[in-house]
């Protein structure tokens, strides 16, 4: 058996009062002081985000030392919750024309613009809110009456909106106007108001209606040019059958209103493409031969 070598121990040094000399530490390396980093801004806080689709501005404004606002100003980012949309316009229709959407939404910010966009919106406008005594007529002509009282009632069509009953904001001024006159014949006794609001429908999902319509009818996909002409045809039928809101205002002279809406009007879009396809040629040989495969069918069944 190999027993382990001997190890010499390496010689201890004494100092002159003969007591150990202990070996000295090696310096321990520390790091040197950064410098803060400077905060973002402009370009640089757009490069910062390096493409990300949906960042994390709050943490990223705390990573760089810089305000949130200050960040969402650079990157052109706002938050929906300040900046909520609203309708400002309802679509307008032609005869026979195949646009969709139910209108211009816009974000809150960009309604606010809308009345230095020129000077006879501006000014038709602000007769609306005179009338509807939303401003005073002595401030027709002030620049900053009208953005205050223009301002509230973008507020209040961006709380419809939210709300589900769309009203754009010229709408809401004619409510106002409503339950102003209502409220005006309070002292007199009860009194009613009403307002008739009409509207052509859309139909986000006529395409796929016209396919699916085409497909039990007439037994095949549609061409370009008959979805078009499809489009242009539902689009004429709600154009002609409008959607019709009717608004009662009433005060029963003690200070208590009550505002009741009615809709009426419109049309059954499934129904009127398929009126549309029956007069198509195709349409009875299609149904005949789909009604002989059936009787065929049932024929083999019997057997």
Request: no cysteine; charged share 15%.
């Amino acid at each position: 058996m190999r027993l382990p070598a001997e190890v010499t121990p390496a010689p201890v040094q004494l100092d002159s009062n003969g007591n150990p000399v202990l070996p000295k530490k090696a310096p321990t390396a520390t790091a040197a002081p950064t410098a803060a980093a400077a905060p973002l801004t402009g370009a640089d806080a757009r490069a910062a985000l390096g493409g990300q689709p949906t960042p994390d501005l709050t943490a990223l404004a705390n990573q760089m030392g810089i305000p949130l606002a200050d960040l969402q100003g650079a990157t052109g980012t706002t938050s929906q919750a300040d900046d909520p949309p609203l309708l400002l316009e309802r679509p307008a229709y032609s005869r026979g024309s195949a646009s969709q959407g139910m209108g211009n939404v816009v974000s809150t910010s960009a309604a606010l613009a809308k009345i230095y966009e020129s000077d006879e919106y501006r000014k038709k406008v602000a007769e609306e809110m005179v009338a509807a005594g939303i401003l005073q007529p002595t401030e027709i002509n002030d620049l900053g009456a009208i953005q205050s009282a223009w301002e509230k009632v973008v507020g209040q069509a961006s709380m419809f909106y939210q709300a589900g009953n769309i009203r754009t904001p010229e709408e809401v001024i004619k409510l106002i106007n409503i339950q102003k006159k209502a409220a005006a014949g309070a002292a007199s006794g009860p009194t009613t108001a009403s307002q008739d609001t009409t509207t052509a429908q859309t139909f986000d999902d006529a395409p796929s209606r016209i396919r699916d319509v085409l497909a039990r009818t007439l037994g095949r996909a549609p061409s370009s040019e008959e979805m078009q002409s499809y489009q242009a045809g539902l689009n004429a039928a709600a154009q002609a059958n409008p959607n019709r809101s009717h608004t009662v205002v009433h005060d029963d002279g003690n200070g208590n209103q009550t505002v009741n809406t009615t809709n009426t009007g419109g049309i059954d879009p499934t129904e009127v493409l398929g009126q549309m396809a029956q007069r198509d040629p195709e349409y009875g040989a299609y149904q005949a031969s789909t009604t002989y495969m059936d009787a065929l069918r049932q024929t083999i069944q019997g057997w």
